[in-house]
């Protein structure tokens, strides 16, 4: 059984700095593609970054400021986020088998319960 749980979340002030951390268990972690997907209040979900066999990639909008690792060792996901903004506040999940349907909307087989990250003064 898949089991994605997420943790790390919080409250943090504009231009501040978070680490999420996600533990995975029941498939092989060191194959499989891993993201981070969030969904702001009100809206649908959004990419953030995905990782495998230690290449990452990006969504666009974060201009560099997130940077997502993995421990093989311990089966565990990482984003670390920099220079945060209001923007940035939304659900983060963890997650694997994303693809957008046939209306643009993004689908992950696989997600965790979220951590909540709110950036705010």
């Known amino acids: 059984e898949v089991q994605l749980v997420e943790s790390g979340g919080g409250l943090v002030q504009p231009g501040g700095s978070l680490t999420l951390s996600c533990a995975a268990s029941?498939?092989?972690?060191?194959?499989?593609?891993m993201s981070w997907v969030r969904q702001a209040p009100g809206k649908g979900l959004e990419w953030v970054s995905s990782i495998v066999s230690g290449s990452a990639s990006y969504a666009h909008s974060l201009k560099g400021r997130f940077s997502i690792s993995v421990d093989n060792a311990e089966n565990t996901l990482y984003l670390r986020m920099n220079s945060l903004e209001s923007e940035d506040t939304a659900v983060y999940y963890c997650a694997k088998d994303c693809q957008y349907d046939s209306s643009s909307k993004l689908v992950c087989l696989y997600r965790g319960q979220g951590t909540l990250v709110t950036v705010s003064s």
């Open positions: 029941g498939f092989s972690f060191r194959t499989d593609v």
